[in-house]
Structure formats: structure tokens, C-alpha cells
């Protein structure tokens, strides 16, 4: 019967595995034009509903900030870069975000050491001691190959910290 088992669950992972990377549909230039705005101005918390749930969206922030030691630090899916202001003695700051329009015109900026649109294109011999991801993970097209990217790059006892918005 653990037999049937284990083999039924492998299966059931080759094909889950099978299905990355998955693919969006590109939007119109009018449609892209709209989501960009209405993106940046729904992660910003400035208006009505979305003020609301980036409010109840901080815990995440302070639970991750709370969770692992300081250190060199690359954040995964930073968007508007909301998550710097709990990490207030950060010596390397490291994020990648492919969505310039989020972080462009963010006042935490010039906290950031490197920006990079792929994990892919952080160098080899690079090393963290934390890699964080606030509500990402479960948006990503490739999952399985930004993982297995981010354990490679995280430094001998590093930490991967991540809380997700289901």
C-alpha cells in the first residue's frame, strides 16, 4: 500500500512540475497602460479598499522581518518596496522586481545595493543570508525553478522566509 502511495504522489508531482513555466496571455498596449496604473495605485494603499488591505497586509512584513537573523537580504517580488522599512539596519538590500512601474519612484530606492528583473541574473557566486517573499510566491510563473534558484543562493545557514495572501 506505501508503495501505491509514494508512486501515486510522485506522479502527481512529475505533472505539477510538468505544467511549469506557465504562460500569461500579454494584454493590449490600452490594457497594459490600465494595469500598470491601477496596480501601482492598488500596492501604494491610497485609496479606500486597498488602504485597507495593505494595513492588514503588514503583518506579513513584521512576521518576516521577525524571523530570521540580520544580514545580506534579496527579497523576491519586492513591488513598491514596502518591506524596507522593517528591516532598518539591513547592510545589503537586494530585491528582484521585473515590474520597474512598482519600485521606480519608491523613497526607499537608494536603500536597494542591486535591482534585478530574474533571479536568474543574480551572479553565481552571489550568497544571502536572507531571501524573503511577501504575498509573491504564489504569482509566479516558474515556481518551481525560483526556488530551486533561491536555495542555491542563499549562504550556509541562510534563511528562506516567506508568507504568503491566500
Same mark, same amino acid.
Not at 534585478?116 to 515556481?143: F, K, N
Given at each position: 500500500m506505501l508503495a501505491i502511495t509514494s508512486s501515486k504522489k510522485l506522479d502527481q508531482t512529475a505533472a505539477l512540475l510538468s505544467s511549469y513555466p506557465r504562460k500569461r496571455k500579454p494584454l493590449? *498596449?490600452?490594457?497594459? *497602460?490600465?494595469?500598470?496604473?491601477e496596480y501601482r495605485s492598488n500596492r501604494m494603499g491610497k485609496r479606500g479598499l486597498s488602504r485597507v488591505v495593505s494595513s492588514l497586509e503588514s503583518w506579513m512584513h513584521r512576521a518576516i522581518a521577525s524571523s530570521c537573523v540580520s544580514g545580506s537580504?534579496?527579497?523576491?517580488?519586492?513591488?513598491?518596496?514596502?518591506?524596507?522599512?522593517?528591516? $532598518?539596519?539591513?547592510?545589503?538590500?537586494?530585491?528582484?522586481? $521585473?515590474?520597474?512601474?512598482?519600485?521606480?519612484?519608491?523613497?526607499?530606492?537608494?536603500?536597494?545595493?542591486?535591482?534585478?528583473?530574474?533571479?536568474?541574473?543574480? $551572479?553565481?557566486?552571489?550568497?544571502?543570508?536572507?531571501?524573503?517573499?511577501?504575498?509573491?510566491?504564489?504569482?509566479?510563473?516558474?515556481? $518551481?525553478?525560483?526556488? *530551486?534558484?533561491?536555495?542555491?543562493?542563499?549562504?550556509?545557514?541562510?534563511?528562506?522566509s516567506s508568507r504568503h495572501s491566500d
Open positions: 493590449t *498596449a490600452a490594457h497594459e *497602460a490600465i494595469y500598470v496604473q537580504i534579496l527579497e523576491l517580488g519586492a513591488g513598491t518596496l514596502n518591506h524596507i522599512p522593517c528591516e $532598518p539596519s539591513v547592510s545589503s538590500y537586494e530585491i528582484v522586481e $521585473p515590474f520597474h512601474a512598482l519600485w521606480e519612484d519608491s523613497p526607499y530606492r537608494s536603500r536597494i545595493s542591486a535591482f534585478y528583473d530574474d533571479v536568474l541574473d543574480i $551572479p553565481q557566486q552571489r550568497r544571502y543570508d536572507r531571501i524573503l517573499s511577501v504575498a509573491v510566491l504564489e504569482h509566479l510563473t516558474d515556481l $518551481p525553478r525560483i526556488v *530551486a534558484r533561491s536555495g542555491m543562493l542563499l549562504a550556509p545557514g541562510g534563511c528562506f
